[in-house]
């Protein structure tokens, strides 16, 4: 389709611009690049339909194990400006036989510099690509271009204005049609990083999140909220709190089954405990409850969500 196809290139255009550019600097002013892998196993619930075959199947909180491989390499210079290459696998796992193993892969580049001398304003920009396989078929690949400012205040405060476009590219033929879709993506982060205490940080995101899609009823509008925390408990223990909330609302009838356009307003809250054994190894544990209340009855539940695993990073 032209969308598509326009799509393409200019990701690709973008692309080309970016790593370019950034090739060039790396190879006049920027220093050696450095690499790290980032692992995380976890097993934990996340929110599925439990039958995806079917349009009056009900979502249900369930277990998966799941593994992330995220890798980055950076290169920077003395003023400050940075290069990064982000390549990323994550692979989640569901025992049920009416649901599908999933496999992501994703690429990105980014490229920050500054504004000012001070380094207190800088810019960012993103893109990249993710491919989605439920195994063994393609499901979609997504286009990515964002732009982000950072603007760093006195007194550890800090903003980041965030604006962000992608293009989902529904694979038609291994799932369902309709789901080609256009999104728009806008958030404020606000944190505040206290210089005394054990509160470390402090960050308020009110955002929305807009997709046109081929069908309408895959299209919706949202807007939210996301609160985060972060307390050190001693040198090697760390407690993280996040809540979030947000309402839905869905631009045309659900299915034939539900004639009304879906409605849905979700709310979560997690504690999450995180212990370092040494620099480059972490075990994590979570708990919390997440409610997604609509008016279709199969869309609506609530429970308990759990997480347990670990992280580690090579340098």
Same mark, same amino acid.
């Given at each position: 389709?032209?969308?598509?196809?326009?799509?393409?290139?200019?990701?690709?255009?973008?692309?080309?611009?970016? %790593?370019?550019?950034?090739?060039?600097?790396?190879?006049?002013?920027?220093?050696?690049?450095?690499?790290?892998?980032?692992?995380?196993?976890?097993?934990?619930?996340?929110?599925?339909?439990?039958?995806?075959?079917?349009?009056?199947?009900?979502?249900?909180?369930? %277990?998966?194990?799941?593994?992330?491989?995220?890798?980055?390499?950076?290169?920077?210079?003395?003023?400050?400006?940075?290069?990064?290459?982000?390549?990323?696998?994550?692979?989640?796992?569901?025992?049920?036989?009416?649901?599908?193993?999933?496999?992501?892969?994703?690429?990105?580049?980014?490229?920050?510099?500054? $504004?000012?001398?001070?380094?207190?304003?800088?810019?960012?920009?993103?893109?990249?690509?993710?491919?989605?396989?439920?195994?063994?078929?393609?499901?979609?690949? !997504?286009?990515?271009?964002?732009?982000?400012?950072?603007?760093?205040?006195?007194?550890?405060?800090?903003?980041?204005?965030?604006?962000?476009?992608?293009?989902?590219?529904? &694979?038609?033929?291994?799932?369902?049609?309709? %789901?080609?879709?256009?999104? $728009?993506?806008?958030?404020?982060?606000?944190?505040?990083?206290?210089?005394?205490?054990?509160?470390?940080?402090?960050?308020?995101?009110?955002?929305?999140?807009?997709?046109?899609?081929?069908?309408?009823?895959?299209?919706?509008?949202?807007?939210?909220?996301?609160?985060?925390?972060?307390?050190?408990? !001693?040198?090697?223990?760390?407690?993280?709190?996040?809540?979030?909330?947000?309402?839905?609302?869905?631009?045309?009838?659900?299915?034939?089954?539900?004639?009304?356009?879906?409605?849905?307003?979700?709310?979560?809250?997690?504690?999450?405990?995180?212990?370092?054994?040494?620099?480059?190894?972490?075990?994590?544990?979570?708990?919390?409850?997440?409610? &997604?209340?609509?008016?279709?009855?199969?869309?609506?539940?609530?429970?308990?969500?759990?997480?347990?695993?670990?992280?580690?990073?090579?340098?």
């Amino acid at each position: 389709m032209p969308l598509n196809f326009v799509a393409h290139r200019f990701f690709y255009c973008l692309a080309v611009v970016i %790593f370019s550019g950034g090739a060039c600097a790396a190879a006049e002013t920027f220093g050696p690049p450095k690499s790290s892998l980032r692992l995380v196993g976890q097993l934990g619930t996340a929110a599925r339909v439990v039958d995806q075959s079917s349009d009056v199947a009900a979502t249900e909180l369930r %277990f998966s194990p799941s593994l992330l491989a995220q890798g980055r390499i950076e290169w920077k210079n003395a003023a400050g400006d940075q290069i990064f290459l982000d390549p990323g696998i994550t692979v989640n796992l569901f025992p049920s036989e009416t649901d599908l193993d999933e496999a992501r892969l994703s690429l990105f580049g980014e490229y920050r510099f500054n $504004l000012a001398s001070d380094q207190t304003k800088q810019l960012r920009f993103r893109t990249g690509i993710e491919r989605l396989s439920r195994f063994p078929e393609e499901r979609f690949l !997504r286009y990515s271009a964002q732009a982000a400012l950072r603007v760093t205040h006195a007194q550890g405060r800090s903003s980041i204005y965030t604006l962000r476009y992608r293009y989902r590219d529904q &694979n038609e033929e291994n799932s369902f049609e309709g %789901f080609d879709q256009n999104e $728009l993506f806008g958030s404020l982060r606000y944190a505040w990083t206290p210089s005394k205490g054990q509160v470390e940080q402090i960050a308020v995101t009110p955002y929305f999140d807009l997709r046109d899609a081929e069908g309408q009823n895959f299209s919706y509008e949202e807007f939210g909220l996301r609160v985060q925390a972060r307390y050190r408990l !001693r040198s090697d223990l760390t407690l993280r709190a996040s809540a979030r909330a947000f309402v839905r609302d869905y631009k045309d009838v659900f299915s034939s089954a539900f004639p009304v356009e879906r409605e849905d307003t979700r709310t979560a809250f997690e504690v999450e405990l995180r212990k370092a054994y040494d620099p480059n190894t972490t075990l994590f544990a979570a708990v919390g409850w997440e409610a &997604n209340q609509s008016n279709v009855s199969v869309r609506d539940y609530q429970g308990v969500t759990l997480r347990l695993g670990v992280e580690v990073t090579f340098k």
